[in-house]
């Protein structure tokens, strides 16, 4: 599935997407995109409607997000990943925006996956639902393929059970299966998954040992005062060494490194 800007996921080629949780300044997520592209990430995250559990909680710069997110692009040449929340905005998106992500709470949305089905080329990143099963996950992206956009990757972000120590329980045999049952791409978010930084280095080591076609990582510039998800958060440092065992271990795997932002 190619990203835009000549970055594609799948295949032989192992990609990171990193960016904070949400956008919340021009400078934090330009000085993120920079610190990111420097460590050789593919794509840019950063929410700009967040799906929160607390209505009081930050719930995003909305639609000034998205105008920091392009200047990121503009300055860095990343591919920028976003979250859809709506079908209202899907014409927005499909115009500003690489990749549209589905996050987790919509992934069983079937009137928003009809519609990016039908009304958007652009790649969809389906992260998998809290509490669905691989089964329940497959049908979604087919929901989305089966109207006629079958640009889909899949993000396997930690699921919901018993245990209460790390935010999810990160599935990584869900890596296994969806690639013995679809053709699709699979990129691991141990961000979500663990909610604690220090355990996403090495559980992005094992997604990548699994054989995920790529990550999604969180980074922020200043973990602590973030709006959102800071506790789970990389330092731009920290990301860097990630990225540094990652590249070494992507070759081990028999990967090709995807770096964004060439064109820039
Ligand atoms: C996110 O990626 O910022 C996010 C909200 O993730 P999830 O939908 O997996 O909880
Ligand atoms: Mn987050």
Redesign the pocket.
């Known amino acids: 599935v190619e990203l835009g800007n000549g970055v594609t996921v799948g295949g032989d080629r192992l990609a990171v997407i990193a960016g904070p ?2 956008v919340e300044s021009e400078a934090q997520i330009v000085d993120i995109a920079r610190d990111v592209k420097a460590s050789g990430a593919a794509a840019l ?1 950063g ?1 700009a409607f ?2 929160r559990t607390s209505p009081y909680a930050f719930q995003g710069l909305e639609c000034e997000g998205l105008e920091l997110l392009k200047e990121a692009r503009a300055d860095t040449g990343l591919p920028i990943v976003t ?1 859809i929340m709506g079908t209202e905005y899907i014409a927005l998106f499909e115009e500003c925006v690489d990749v549209i ?1 589905v ?4 992934m069983q949305n079937f009137d928003l996956l009809k519609k990016l089905g039908r009304h958007t080329t652009k790649p969809i990143l389906l ?2 639902g ?1 509490s669905n099963t691989i089964e329940e996950w497959l049908m979604s992206a087919e929901y989305i393929m089966s109207g006629g956009n079958d640009r889909v990757i899949l ?1 396997e ?2 699921i919901r059970t018993f245990e209460t120590f790390t935010r999810n329980t990160l599935d990584l045999s869900a890596v296994l299966a969806v690639k013995q049952l679809s053709h699709l791409p699979v990129v691991v ?1 141990p ?2 998954a663990a909610g604690m930084y220090w355990m996403v280095e090495p559980l992005a080591m094992a997604a990548i040992a699994a054989g995920a076609d790529g990550l ?1 990582i ?1 980074v922020h510039n200043d973990p602590p005062h973030a709006k ?2 800071g506790q789970q958060s990389l330092t731009p440092e920290k990301f860097g060494h990630l990225m540094q065992k990652a590249g070494a271990l992507a070759e081990l795997m028999g990967k090709t490194w995807v770096k964004g932002g060439s064109a820039c």
């Open positions: 949780c949400s995250r929410g967040k799906p979250e992500q996050g987790a709470r919509n992260k998998r809290l993000c972000r930690g978010d961000s979500h999604m969180e959102c998800d």
